[in-house]
């Protein structure tokens, strides 16, 4: 069995990973890098296996580091099957419709506005290059054995974080070999706890949180202070929220706030993202996935106003008085987010509240670090609103979660490979699984290959 690392090394983004043995080839997840720019460059060249050698894909989750290059993949020439659960199946038919349009929308407003320097400017993918790969789905069940292409057998474990998310234990010629994907927290408000696992020959490990610990203090009660101080004052609070997971963590906590009597009582709250209020219908469908009742869903779904036409996002942003406006999307790379933070931004009454992990390079990276100005549309926006970080609404486990849940491990894996991790974020956990446990870990590079 050989293992090929296409992406996810050196980077949070880009999980890509290429498993032949045989005269089989698989793909493990196939996502968009996002970030520096020549990150999103990788995004514009084909792969280094052609498409239409692959025999199948198996996802780990629908979000788009993970899912969003399959509308190219097919359009290179790949006609396997896409095999993830059946909520990673419902999400990525919001995700992958919604990138696509998205990135039809800023080619279309690039060239209207003429500020993009290709002529003329082109989107990724279409909606058409999403809707073809969407034919090419297949769900499978938890914990259910299933073979995606000859020689191989495969099973998804669930991995807590979003709905649908799921590790993916690959056999093939007696060797078995583990991909976390995104591991959840053990202790999240919403989510269930990531499956515990036996074993493994190897383990391909996420390390986003790889050298830091999440925050401890309630996430509620810090988001009803930020609230509370920032309405006390006049301003708005705009919040770049990921579509999928952490807006319906943000409603989930505003409605448990709003409860309590800790936010203002006629403060309103807009949720600006269709497919964000599509994903919280969801959440009813898919109850037996996470630990919030159907009268906790119904609640979720009463706390906002959703929005739904563009015409009423610009409506928003014409209002004076004190509001919250959750917008994709959650590291203010594109989405309806980027018109409020154009309004928003250079008013310091406002506050900009960041709520996730903001990868190097993005527009929220550059926020949480301080910049004084943005560049969006092509323009530079002055930052004079607070910018706040609530650090514990993150969905993906921290290094002390991650060494805990490989602590149920009854076997070491034989060898540990680390990914979807920024460089520093990936060596921390390296030396902190080495110290507490005595393994091994390898920090691969990109394109880098391993027999196993």
């Not at 979000?63 to 990525?92: K, M, N, W």
């Not at 069940?141 to 669930?158: C, H, I, K, M």
């Not at 015409?311 to 999307?329: K, L, T």
């Amino acid at each position: 069995m050989q293992l090929t690392f296409l992406g996810a090394t050196g980077t949070v983004t880009g999980s890509r990973y290429l498993v032949h043995e045989g005269d089989t080839r698989l793909l493990v997840d196939c996502g968009l890098f996002q970030g520096y720019k020549q990150l999103r460059l990788r995004n514009w060249a084909p792969l280094p296996v052609a498409a239409s050698s692959l025999d199948a894909v198996v996802l780990t989750h629908a979000h788009i580091d993970h899912s969003g290059y399959l509308p190219l993949l097919v359009r290179q020439g790949f006609r396997g099957r896409i095999l993830c659960t059946e909520a990673t199946l419902e999400l990525c038919k919001l995700l992958l419709r919604d990138s696509a349009h998205l990135q039809e929308e800023e080619a279309e407003y690039a060239n209207r506005h003429g500020f993009s320097r290709h002529h003329p400017a082109l989107p990724l993918y279409t909606v058409g290059d999403a809707e073809a790969a969407l034919r090419q789905f297949e769900p499978r069940p938890f914990d259910a054995p299933f073979v995606p292409a000859p020689g191989f057998s495969a099973r998804f474990l669930p991995a807590g974080h979003i709905l649908g998310a799921a590790m993916v234990e690959l056999e093939a010629g007696g060797r078995r070999i583990l991909f976390s994907g995104d591991l959840g927290r053990p202790h999240d408000p919403i989510m269930q706890a990531p499956a515990t696992v036996k074993d493994t020959d190897t383990l391909v490990l996420e390390s986003t949180y790889g050298d830091r610990l999440h925050e401890t203090e309630d996430a509620g009660a810090l988001l009803a202070r930020v609230i509370t101080r920032t309405a006390a004052r006049g301003g708005v609070v705009v919040i770049p929220a990921f579509a999928v997971a952490r807006a319906q963590a943000m409603l989930y906590h505003l409605g448990v706030q709003k409860a309590k009597g800790a936010l203002p009582r006629l403060m309103p709250v807009y949720l600006d993202s269709p497919m964000a209020a599509d994903v919280t219908d969801l959440y009813v469908r898919f109850h037996a996935q996470h630990r919030l009742t159907v009268a906790q869903c119904s609640e979720m779904c009463r706390v906002a106003h959703f929005v739904n036409s563009p015409e009423e996002s610009r409506r928003i942003d014409e209002q004076a008085f004190p509001m919250v406006i959750v917008a994709a999307s959650g590291m203010a790379t594109g989405g309806r987010v980027l018109h409020h933070l154009k309004r928003f931004a250079p008013d310091p009454r406002c506050t900009i509240l960041l709520t996730g992990f903001q990868a190097g390079g993005t527009r929220g990276a550059a926020l949480q670090a301080g910049a004084k100005e943005i560049k969006i549309h092509g323009n530079f926006v002055p930052v004079r609103a607070e910018v706040a970080t609530i650090g514990n609404l993150s969905a993906h486990a921290d290094y002390a979660e991650i060494i805990e849940w490989l602590r149920t491990f009854e076997r070491p894996p034989g060898r540990v490979f680390l990914t979807h991790g920024e460089p520093a974020a990936a060596d921390a956990l390296r030396v902190r699984i080495r110290d507490a446990l005595g393994w091994d870990c390898t920090v691969p590079d990109f394109l880098g290959s391993v027999s196993l």
